[in-house]
T-cell receptor, first 118, second 112 residues
Framework: DAMVIQNPRYQVTQFGKPVTLSCSQTLNHNVMYWYQQKSSQAPKLLFHYYDKDFNNEADTPDNFQSRRPNTSFCFLDIRSPGLGDAAMYLC?????????????????FGDGTRLSIL | AQSVTQPDIHITVSEGASLELRCNYSYGATPYLFWYVQSPGQGLQLLLKYFSGDTLVQGIKGFEAEFKRSQSSFNLRKPSVHWSDAAEYFCAVAEYGNKLVFGAGTILRVKS
């Protein structure tokens, strides 16, 4: 089945130690998103890629960066994790825009990576 | 800025009873609306979406939602709840660029 896969499901890192979360997709979707979801809160968009075009949300901390080496993979890098970065990180994908505008295709989510900071 | 309000943080229903989860949105143009469900420790699964056309949309798992422009609402309904429906439900509106703005979520508990 075509899907969005996040690895690992659980990640533990130390305060200040860089960590990378990965996401892969077999849907061949143009758009890939990273969300942060803290306990009992709604997901919050960090950034997204349309193909190789990177779009950062205005309030995403500089500590968070992303890479998309190809259509299938996208990485979330946290350079110096703080205790406040402990959360579930969700990757999502959506299909291409049509007619020159975003088509508002539904987003397909992976199962997330739960990040803990020691 | 767009916003989504889910006024009920928790809802408890008996198995077999009907369910309605409320969602109100604030959006200037015709909204693109979604309902997602999240089981504990899992990602979000799309239940249904509204883009245009018929205001009553059918989704997976027996869910439906009705778009009411006059009330700025997009409430989710199910005629008979099953224990497996216990989860958290998020209403969302898509902004330009397909950015999803989520409501705070409603946790559904099902009692037997």
């Amino acid at each position: 089945d075509a899907m969005v896969i996040q690895n690992p499901r659980y990640q533990v890192t130390q305060f200040g130690k860089p960590v990378t979360l990965s996401c892969s997709q077999t849907l061949n979707h143009n758009v890939m998103y990273w969300y942060q979801q803290k306990s009992s809160q709604a997901p919050k968009l960090l950034f997204h890629y349309y193909d190789k075009d990177f779009n950062n949300e205005a309030d995403t901390p500089d500590n968070f960066q992303s890479r998309r080496p190809n259509t299938s993979f996208c990485f979330l890098d946290i350079r110096s994790p703080g205790l406040g970065d402990a959360a579930m990180y969700l990757c999502a994908t959506s299909g291409p825009r049509t007619g020159g505008t975003y088509s508002n295709q539904p987003q397909h989510f992976g199962d997330g990576t739960r990040l803990s900071i020691l | 800025a767009q916003s989504v309000t889910q006024p009920d943080i928790h809802i408890t229903v008996s198995e077999g009873a009907s369910l309605e989860l409320r969602c109100n949105y604030s959006y200037g143009a015709t909204p693109y609306l979604f309902w997602y469900v999240q089981s504990p420790g899992q990602g979000l699964q799309l239940l249904l979406k509204y883009f245009s056309g018929d205001t009553l949309v059918q989704g997976i798992k027996g869910f439906e939602a009705e778009f009411k422009r006059s009330q700025s609402s997009f409430n989710l309904r199910k005629p008979s709840v099953h224990w497996s429906d216990a989860a958290e439900y998020f209403c969302a509106v898509a902004e330009y660029g397909n950015k999803l703005v989520f409501g705070a979520g409603t946790i559904l508990r099902v009692k037997s």
